[in-house]
């Protein structure tokens, strides 16, 4: 890893260069974690450190490994490079006249004109104002595409609606690269409309050529993280040993559900960047997928505190206290959000997930369909919605709602999970089946989906008990939090005739019910099972406690629980005083 001085210098820079050519997302990202490298607080005053302070304790406190133990990216052995800075002569090729110019277009930028940015810069041929010319000739096109999508379709429609600027802008900037006068922005551009295109494996080569002349453009990183959907796309890659490549291999790893790996680099990049809000946002989103919620909740109310009018993840810090049943805490994060901006898609969805949770859910659809309508492409709020849909029965709209979650990322394992609950719901156990297995190959180490397909597996159309029994014991392996696999294991088994492999589960589902001291319907059959089974293999001490437990309820199990002690004082009579 590159020392924190370099990593400051590069970032001061890039935040400028980005800035300068309208690249906000990449240089908000930039500036965010050069404020997560420590400064040393023997050369600044106290001001000068204000923002990194009382932050310390969470961040050390789920770190798994020093920088120095962690095996994600070895300090020994790699060489980082130092990619040339944009500061010479390339950067001011233009003369004062050209300057003028792009002054003049960069504020038409700003302001959202693209047209007439690209049009003022239609004579000037220095790199810089040949990028906003086609940046903005490409933002142009995007944004009458959402026009005609919105007046074709309606504002969630679906459209053939495409960029007509793209055929202008590939002959460009196609030219330019083989001409080999491109700069690594124009050629994060060409990436963008390769794209979009469809041209994936050149729009991957672009990228790359991207990144690695001016590896500090996270935008040029995410989209081609997008790019990469299998382990063996990421890994052919010909990356630079560049330290942004491990931001990038983090967020990778993530995306292709690889979230201990990812956890790894982040780990180690809170080496240099120890006090990124960024990393630890994504620390929390790898341990939301891997359903450790107690410690999501900690890192989120760790980053309010550091960053009270934070909006970005907050939505799945929503979910966690959704899951949770956090009804208080979720009612003052959505207040929060809505007083911060209310029209961003995740404060929607934040305030759609509250209504949710009071069991709303007709206004809940109303600010995920409000979410939708800022950002089309929000795949919580479609997903989200879909829930929703079926909680309200509706499922022809869950259905579709769902699909268009899919349609925008086909790695999304809950919108397939919804699609094959919304199937289940109308009595068509195959297709629903098919979809929990799409679900389930994404996620295996989530128990709900195995239980799910095993649900699927026990209907009466299918009533395939023995692969059930196979999808509870993988759920049972997985953390079965609302432990119900163990008892539909007892239950299937003892259906099938195996009191041996019935009485197994039976018993290790009554330890647990009295570890997490619940009572119920399960402890019951659980017990009344143990005790006829024990009864019948003579182990009549063991049967006596269960049936000594059953005479605590005051239902008929009690009346069996009497009937039970007195067969087994006989059976005692008998074995002592033989006829």
Not at 55 to 75: L, N, V
Not at 322 to 345: G, I
Not at 460 to 483: G, P, S, T, V
Not at 523 to 545: I, N
Request: net charge negative; hydrophobic share 35%.
């Amino acid at each position: 890893m590159a020392s924190k001085e370099t990593c400051r210098t590069e970032l001061r820079t890039a935040v400028r260069h980005l800035s300068e050519r309208g690249l906000y997302s990449a240089a908000k990202w930039a500036g965010e974690q050069l404020l997560g490298i420590e400064q040393d607080p023997s050369k600044h005053t106290p001001s000068h450190t204000r923002f990194q302070r009382g932050s310390s304790s969470i961040r050390r406190r789920f770190r798994t490994a020093t920088p120095a133990e962690s095996s994600a990216t070895p300090s020994a052995g790699v060489s980082y490079v130092n990619t040339p800075s944009l500061m010479g002569v390339e950067e001011y090729d233009y003369d004062l006249m050209d300057n003028d110019f792009y002054m003049m277009a960069k504020s038409y930028f700003d302001c959202k004109e693209y047209k007439r940015a690209a049009h003022v810069l239609r004579d000037q041929t220095s790199k810089i104002s040949m990028f906003l010319r086609c940046y903005s000739l490409y933002l142009a096109g995007e944004k009458r595409k959402e026009e005609e999508m919105i007046e074709l379709e309606g504002p969630l429609g679906k459209s053939d609606a495409t960029n007509r600027e793209l055929l202008s802008l590939e002959r460009e900037l196609s030219t330019l690269r083989k001409n080999g006068s491109i700069d690594p922005f124009c050629l994060y551009v060409y990436g963008l409309v390769l794209k979009e295109k469809g041209s994936e494996n050149l729009a991957r080569s672009v990228l790359v050529e991207s990144v690695n002349s001016y590896p500090w453009n996270w935008s040029a990183w995410s989209e081609l993280q997008t790019l990469c959907t299998t382990i063996e796309a990421l890994n052919s890659l010909n990356l630079n040993n560049h330290w942004m490549k491990d931001f990038f291999l983090a967020s990778a790893y993530q995306e292709l559900r690889l979230h201990n790996e990812s956890l790894a680099k982040y780990e180690y990049l809170q080496g240099t960047f120890v006090f990124s809000n960024y990393i630890q946002a994504q620390i929390a989103k790898a341990q939301y997928n891997l359903r450790e919620f107690e410690q999501v909740e900690v890192i989120f109310e760790e980053l309010l505190r550091n960053d009270p009018y934070r909006i970005e993840d907050m939505d799945m810090y929503s979910n966690v206290l959704y899951a949770k049943e956090c009804f208080s805490a979720l009612s003052y994060l959505a207040h929060r959000v809505f007083l911060t901006d209310k029209y961003r898609p995740e404060s929607c969805c934040i305030i759609g997930n509250y209504y949710s949770l009071k069991g709303q859910h007709e206004k809940s659809v109303v600010y995920f369909r409000r979410a939708l309508k800022l950002n089309k492409n929000y795949l919580s709020a479609w997903t989200l919605m879909g829930h929703e849909y079926v909680e309200m029965k509706n499922t022809s709209a869950a259905i579709d709602a769902y699909r268009r979650a899919v349609d925008i990322n086909p790695c999304d394992y809950r919108a397939w999970y919804g699609l094959g609950q919304a199937y289940e719901m109308m009595g068509m156990p195959y297709y629903a089946l098919h979809y929990f297995k799409k679900s389930v190959f994404l996620q295996p180490n989530d128990s709900r989906l195995w239980i799910a397909m095993a649900q699927c597996y026990e209907t009466e159309q299918l009533h395939m008990l023995e692969q059930a029994i196979k999808c509870y014991e993988r759920a049972a392996n997985c953390n079965d939090r609302e432990a119900i696999a163990l008892h539909q294991l007892a239950k299937l088994h003892s259906e099938l005739g195996r009191t041996e492999e019935a009485a197994f589960y039976y018993k290790k589902d009554l330890e647990r019910m009295e570890a997490e001291e619940r009572e119920g319907p399960n402890m019951v059959a659980a017990l009344m099972f143990l005790a006829q089974h024990c009864k019948t293999q003579k182990r009549f001490d063991e049967a006596e406690v269960y049936c000594n437990r059953l005479l605590d309820y005051t239902g008929p199990e009690k009346e069996t629980a009497k009937s039970l002690l007195r067969g087994i004082r006989h059976a005692r009579d008998i074995e002592h005083f033989p006829p």
